[in-house]
C-alpha cells in the first residue's frame, strides 16, 4: 500500500552518505520534531536524476529551508558509497541537502513507491516522489507518473510550501 498524506513515515533503519562516511541511522531520528523534504530518484548518476531532479534542490534548498524546513533529504536505491560519490560529483552541499542511501529499498518498499525496473536490468528501485514531513506525518505527496518530471522538483516542492 502506498503512503498517503496523513500517514505516518514507517520506521525504518537507513544509511545516510555523510563527509565523514557512512552513518546509520533510522526514519524515526530524521523526521521526530522536525518539518522535512524527502525527494526520491530512481536511482544515483541516471540521466534525469543528475541533470534535473537533485539540481532542482540545490537550487531552492535556501528559499526551501526559508520555509521552515529543517532538512532536504536527497534518497535513492544505491549504497551510501555511490551515494557519496554523487554528493561529490553534484557539488552538494551537507548543510543543505542529506544523502540517503536505501541500498536494499527497505524504505521506498516501505514507503510502496517501489518501482520494479528488473527487465530493463536495473533491479527494484524508487519512483520519481517528493514528500513533506511534519513530525513524521506527510502533509504532501507528489509522485511521478512513469518518466515523468514535474510535481516532484524543487520548484513545485517550493510551490506546495
Not at 496523513?6 to 552518505?17: E, F, H, R, Y
Not at 557539488?91 to 521506498?108: C, F, H, K, Q, V
Request: with cysteine; glycine share 10%.
Amino acid at each position: 500500500m502506498t503512503i498517503e498524506v496523513g500517514d505516518t513515515i514507517p520506521s525504518v533503519k537507513v544509511v545516510l552518505a555523510t563527509p565523514d562516511g557512512p552513518k546509520e541511522t533510522t526514519t524515526d531520528e530524521l523526521f521526530r520534531g522536525k518539518k522535512v523534504v524527502l525527494f526520491a530518484t530512481p536511482g544515483a548518476f541516471t540521466p534525469t536524476c543528475s541533470a534535473r531532479h537533485l539540481p532542482s534542490f540545490v537550487e531552492t534548498a535556501g528559499a526551501i529551508k526559508a520555509k521552515g524546513v529543517h532538512r532536504i533529504i536527497c534518497m535513492a536505491v544505491n549504497d551510501q558509497f555511490v551515494m557519496a560519490a554523487w554528493a561529490k560529483d553534484q557539488g552538494i552541499n551537507p548543510d543543505d541537502i542529506t544523502m540517503l542511501s536505501d541500498g536494499s529499498a527497505a524504505l521506498t518498499k516501505a514507503l510502496g513507491l517501489e518501482l520494479d525496473l528488473i527487465g530493463r536490468g536495473l533491479g527494484v528501485r524508487s519512483q520519481r516522489f517528493a514528500l513533506v514531513a511534519e513530525d513524521g506525518r506527510v502533509t504532501h505527496l507528489a509522485v511521478e507518473p512513469p518518466g515523468g518530471f514535474d510535481v516532484s522538483k524543487g520548484q513545485s516542492v517550493l510551490a506546495a510550501l
